[in-house]
């Protein structure tokens, strides 16, 4: 038989159990949702390089392509998006490096806002058939 000051212990436990493991539930839905943000702006940032190198388009046009990646997959994720290239050509390759950052919308139990940055580089021969 329980005694007088244990009455009462295993609903208090288990709430106290189900509180520790809901925190520990979002706060790994809150590192997911980080990483799906960095891929996103990896991939982005990839994505223009590569539109402005392999199909010729303008550094324009690669902030442009890369920005609207970005807009379409994250949406709300991503703020102070800021979106650079820069393109050089040395040696006969041709280079194009978009380089993306913001900051992570902060979310979940410890609302954090987290700032990434990445950069893609893309390079080719500026001569046809030398890759």
Known sequence: MLSVSERGSA???TVFAIAFL??????????????YGRNVLMSSA???AR???ELGRSSSDAVTIATRSIEQSAGALVDELDVGVSTE????????RVEVSGVLAPWGPVPMPL?????????????????
């Open 46 to 48: 990839h994505e223009g």
């Open 22 to 35: 809901l925190l520990l539930l979002l706060g790994a839905i809150e590192v997911v949702w980080a990483l």
């Open 11 to 13: 609903p208090l436990e």
């Open 115 to 131: 700032p990434v940055k990445t950069a893609a580089t893309v390079s080719r021969s500026a001569t046809p058939g030398r890759d």
């Open 51 to 53: 539109a402005a190198l």
């Open 89 to 96: 050509t040395l040696d006969g390759r041709s280079t194009v």
